[in-house]
């Protein structure tokens, strides 16, 4: 059974940090771009980061870069996102989603998906 598991979320205060992590299994793992989404309460889900199947290629929305990478352990069949420098315009719960034959910038940007996990809330408040 195809999953995908989030984890990792939580509450943290502007400037810090968090560490996303995505838990694959049932599907040969690097046969797949994998993406982490956002979405905000009362706003579209959008693309924040995505990774080719070997890591090689990566994409960011413009509002993360520098401050989120993107990574992945096709041993492990994980995936991560780790976090820095959060802003409340962060907030949102994250969904990690796997796509095949696609490239970073057509799954993040057009925000197709195969597969989407169930989501973990982040909250980036004082």
């Known amino acids: 059974q195809l999953q995908l598991v989030e984890s990792g979320g939580g509450l943290v205060q502007p400037g810090g940090s968090l560490r996303l992590s995505c838990a694959a299994s049932g599907f040969t793992f690097d046969d797949y771009v994998i993406g982490w989404f956002r979405q905000a309460p009362g706003k579209e889900r959008e693309g924040v980061s995505c990774i080719s199947v070997r890591g090689l290629n990566l994409y960011y929305i413009d509002s993360v870069t520098g401050r989120f990478t993107i990574s992945r352990d096709n041993a492990r069949n994980t995936a991560y996102l780790q976090m820095n420098s959060l802003e409340p315009e962060d907030t949102g719960v994250y969904y990690c989603?796997?796509?095949?034959?696609?490239?970073?910038?057509?799954?993040?940007?057009?925000?197709?998906?195969?597969?989407w996990g169930q989501g973990t809330q982040v909250t980036v408040s004082s």
């Open positions: 989603a796997e796509l095949q034959f696609t490239t970073v910038q057509a799954m993040c940007v057009q925000r197709t998906a195969t597969y």
